[in-house]
Each structure stands twice: as structure tokens, then as C-alpha cells.
């Protein structure tokens, strides 16, 4: 679910997932010899302790849970603050072994060859692992009873029933749940309300409007659109597909997950490159960018030298160190391309992400399982958003209530109240194939910098698409 090392997604931001040759796990003889070796599977042990509402797995009251950070945006101090006291709190004579890194794949996939994984892992940034390589290997717990469990909150509600609409279904596999998304995220076009303010700009609507901002902007000295060429360019993937559902519906992003014949030249999407891939030649954007890196065009923006920035709603968070008063943020949704678009003006993408699992293969499976049934309480929620920067809002409902956001937090929860029914959610393909990901980030700069035209970027794109889809090595999944 999308990345930039210290990110804090690289699915919502920064794609979290990967794929099998990138993860490297298929081919290696140690994970063969694991396959192979099933019946001694630590994972498949009961907890050892008594189950009951407060205890659905039957973890002893000494159990040991290893849990492995990702120390990106969001930073390490939710888990070490928050996630782990709360954990303890439930269960004070239990003991957290807490790692952190910004490189998953390089300390966690050697312990999975050695059969020694850590119980729950947060799989995110540059150096994620792949999730659906983990899932065919065997690595990943069903966390169906994790689902089916009773709630911290409220034993009478299983703990599906205390989240966000889609979060089971995002972390789901051909219909089977392995991951935790996390974090909900808002996406749109992010901008200084201040600077707009004082130069009498407005969000645009449509096409023609943003056009005309642009100019408007330009006219002032400041480059009117940007993104980080370097480490970034699926920022600018979720705008061209956001803008693709907005013109032709959300079907077109979940045929191009089903690895649908020609989803990647469907009309929609085609018409949302050409508008985007317009821009470089009206001098709206700076070639300079496609060689920077997501933080050094943040801090641009923040210097008024950029006026639109694709990005999640963590921005705000992230970028609180170096934001000078002069600047405030708000955000707009992805413009219309004309009244004929399937989807409102205001529709917005909004999506989880932030991957965790817990190890099927691990020495305490269950404290797992219960070190992330504690992670989807309302004290575990809340102290998330109240420990990271970025003050990012989880799935857990009403975890958030009562925290006092920043004005882009604000300016998030209303555009996403102004979308009403027309929400766009995740797709998945990103985190599906990662040889189509990496596909799409290579062909979007060659579009955005002026390269190559809309149609060539949808030809490239689809070819790989078509690639994956008759490999017959690659597991196949749809939704």
C-alpha cells in the first residue's frame, strides 16, 4: 500500500511494497529449505497460557514479543512510548525486545532464511520486503483469528468491527489477511494558504482553472508544480491515477490491479497523463527536480519556491522542523479534467497504509497476534497520533477524536468530509508486481520532464503489465 529511507510509507507515501525478485526470498536455498521444513514450525504453537477475551490467543504473562521498526517519518518513539507501555500495561510481566531500522529487508530477511523471525515487523521503506513474495513463501501469519478476535475496547465487538471501512480488505490476498495498514492517509495537491491568500489564488476545480493557477503562479517567479524526481515519482503515479478515476471511475484502477488487457491505455487513463504530461512544456515545472529528492523539493515549497506538491497528509508532520511562519498548509483535490468526469470535483483519494505482520514462523506467533490486537486499541491509535510528528490519524476508530490537528490535518479531514460518497480508495497493484511499480516511476518521469508523450508512457506501462501477466512465476492476485 506506496516511497526515501526516512519516509514513512512507500505505499500511502512512499510504496511499502515489493516484489519477489526484489525481496530476493524465492530464489535463495535457505527459504526452499524452509518451505520444505514445515513440521517442526514454531509458529503453530498455541501461546502456552490461558485464552479469554483479555487473552484471546492464550499468551503466557511472561511472554517475549520481538518487534522490528521501521525508524522513517514516522520515527521509532510510537513504538518505544506508546505501542510497547500499552502492550505492558495489559501484560506487565511480559518483555518487548524493540528493534529499529530504515533498512527492513537487510535485518529481517537474514532471519527469516535462519528461521528465527521476528514476532511483528513494520515492512516499510525503501528497504521494505516484499509482501507478496512473503505471503506465497509462507512467511506471514492469517490474521483472520487476529480479526475475529474480541476488541480491547469492547470484547463484544470483534476487532474487524473497530476499524476503518476497507482495512482488512487492503491488507487481504486473494481474500486472505496478512497485513495491517495502519495508517489512513488523505492524498491531494498541497500548497501554502498563506501565499495563496496573499495573492488572491484559489484551488482549481477543473483543468482549465488549474491551468490558469499555474500561469498565475508562474507569473509571480514560482514554479507552479513539483515532485522529486529521484525517489519520488510515485507521488505523481497516484495523481495521474487519481486523476484516471475521477474521469472514468474507480473501476479503472481495479482493472488495472486485475491485470485487465489494455487497463493501462483505458481512455481515462490515458487523458489523465496527457493533461499531467502537459505541464513541463508550458513551463510549469523545473527539470532540475527530477534529480532532488522528496525533502529537498518539501523544502522548497516551504520556501515559496514551489506552489503545488503532491503528497499524503503526513507532509504537515514532516515538514514541522523547517515550516517558517510564513507558511501554512491546506490542500486541494486533484482537479477535474471537464464536467464529463464520472467522478465530483471534489473526490479525493483516501487509502491505508503502513504495512505490519506478524511472522507465521516466529517463536511466539500469538504475543504477536496480541502485540498488534493492543497496536488497534483506542489508547494504542491515540498514542500514535500523538507521539509521531506527523500526527498521522490510524484506522482505529475514534482513536483521534479528541487531538487537536494542525491546520493541513484540518484542511485534510474537510476535504475529505467535501468527497463525501466519492472517496477514492487504494489500488494495489504497486505493492502487487513490483516490476509494474518500478515500471510506472521510470515511465512517469520520462512523461512529466517531456520525453515521451502520454500514449508511450501508457504503451510502456502496459507492456510490463502484459509481461507479468504471462509469467507464470509471478503469483497472480485481483480483488
Not at 40 to 69: A, C, H, L, R, Y
Not at 135 to 160: F, H, I, M, N, Y
Not at 379 to 384: C, L, N, R
Request: with cysteine; charged share 20%; aromatic share 10%.
Amino acid at each position: 500500500m506506496t516511497v526515501s529511507p526516512d519516509s514513512p510509507s512507500d505505499l500511502t507515501r512512499r510504496t511499502v511494497l515489493r516484489r519477489a525478485a526484489a525481496a530476493g526470498l524465492l530464489a535463495t536455498p535457505a527459504a526452499g529449505f524452509l518451505a520444505a521444513c514445515g513440521t517442526d514450525d514454531p509458529g503453530t504453537t498455541e501461546g502456552g497460557g490461558q485464552k479469554s477475551d483479555k487473552n484471546p490467543f492464550g499468551i503466557k504473562d511472561d511472554s517475549t514479543v520481538e518487534i522490528v521498526i521501521f525508524d522513517g517519518g514516522y520515527g521509532q518513539k510510537y513504538a518505544t512510548d506508546g505501542l510497547t507501555p500499552n502492550f505492558k500495561a495489559a501484560f506487565p510481566k511480559a518483555t518487548v525486545k524493540h528493534t529499529a531500522t530504515q533498512d527492513i529487508k537487510a535485518l529481517v530477511q537474514p532471519r527469516f532464511q535462519g528461521g528465527n523471525p521476528p514476532e511483528f515487523v513494520n515492512n516499510s521503506g525503501t528497504g521494505a520486503m516484499d509482501f507478496g513474495a512473503l505471503v506465497a513463501d509462507g512467511q506471514l501469519a492469517d490474521l483472520t483469528e487476529l480479526w475475529d478476535a474480541p476488541s480491547v475496547d469492547d470484547p463484544a465487538k470483534k476487532v474487524r468491527d473497530t476499524v476503518l471501512p476497507g482495512t482488512v480488505e487492503a491488507g487481504s490476498f486473494n481474500g486472505k489477511p496478512y497485513v495491517l495498514y495502519y495508517v489512513s492517509t488523505m492524498f491531494g495537491l498541497w500548497y501554502n494558504s498563506k501565499l495563496f491568500t496573499a495573492n488572491n489564488w484559489k484551488p482549481a476545480k477543473d483543468w482549465t482553472e488549474f491551468l490558469a493557477l499555474c500561469e498565475a503562479i508562474k507569473a509571480k517567479g514560482i514554479t507552479p508544480y513539483a515532485y522529486a524526481g529521484a525517489n519520488a515519482a510515485y507521488y505523481q503515479v497516484r495523481v495521474i491515477l487519481t486523476h484516471a478515476a475521477k474521469i472514468g471511475g474507480q473501476d479503472v484502477l481495479k482493472d488495472i490491479d486485475n491485470l485487465k488487457a489494455g487497463a493501462w491505455k483505458a481512455d481515462a487513463v490515458v487523458k489523465a497523463a496527457e493533461a499531467w504530461g502537459s505541464l513541463f512544456a508550458k513551463g510549469y515545472m523545473n527539470a532540475a527536480h527530477e534529480g532532488l529528492k522528496h525533502t529537498e523539493v518539501q523544502l522548497q515549497q516551504n520556501q515559496d519556491k514551489v506552489g503545488m506538491y503532491p503528497s499524503g497528509d503526513w507532509l504537515e508532520g514532516e515538514q514541522k522542523a523547517v515550516t517558517p511562519p510564513t507558511f501554512e498548509y491546506s490542500v486541494a483535490a486533484v482537479p477535474s479534467l471537464s464536467s464529463s468526469d464520472k467522478l465530483s470535483a471534489a473526490a479525493v483519494q483516501a487509502a491505508v497504509g503502513e504495512g505490519y505482520f506478524v511472522s507465521a514462523k516466529a517463536a511466539n506467533k500469538a504475543a504477536g497476534l496480541e502485540f498488534m490486537r493492543q497496536m488497534l486499541s483506542k489508547a494504542g491509535g491515540t498514542k500514535f497520533t500523538e507521539i509521531t510528528e506527523a500526527h498521522a490519524k490510524t484506522v482505529v476508530n475514534g482513536a483521534a477524536a479528541s487531538f487537536a490537528f494542525p491546520p493541513g490535518a484540518k484542511a485534510a479531514s474537510a476535504a475529505l468530509t467535501a468527497a463525501g460518497k466519492d472517496v477514492i480508495g487504494n489500488y494495489f497493484f504497486d505493492g502487487w508486481y513490483d516490476a509494474i511499480e518500478k515500471e510506472t516511476r521510470a515511465a512517469t518521469n520520462e512523461l512529466m520532464f517531456g520525453r515521451i508523450n502520454a500514449a508511450a508512457w501508457a504503451d510502456r506501462i502496459q507492456k510490463k503489465a502484459d509481461e507479468v501477466q504471462k509469467d507464470a512465476t509471478v503469483k497472480k492476485f485481483t480483488r
